[in-house]
């Protein structure tokens, strides 16, 4: 059974990503949010995988409620 994700923000990390591979946290433990160091280990939950094909400014969840992970889809404003 997977545990609850932890709320780490209910404003979405805006950042730009360099183009290529990038996992994004689903647990809200990482100590480098919002990417995935592996403190999900034992939580039952994995990072999403996600790829960046050129340069962009984007919208990630961090209040871990989005339906559109790994990207911010306004959940945060009904918490
Ligand atoms: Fe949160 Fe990996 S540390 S999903």
Do not use: Q
């Not at 094909?53 to 919208?59: H, R």
């Not at 992970?69 to 009904?78: I, L, V, Y």
Request: charged share 20%; glycine share 8%.
């Amino acid at each position: 059974m997977s545990e609850e994700p932890k709320i780490v923000d209910t404003s979405p990390v805006i950042i730009e990503l360099e183009p290529g591979t990038h996992a994004w946290c689903a647990c809200g433990r990482s100590a480098n949010h919002p990417f995935c160091d592996g403190s999900h280990a034992d939580s039952g939950i994995t990072p999403v995988i996600f790829d960046i094909e050129e340069t962009s400014k984007v919208a990630l969840c961090a209040c871990k409620k989005t339906s559109g992970a790994p990207f911010c889809d306004g959940s945060h404003s009904a918490i």
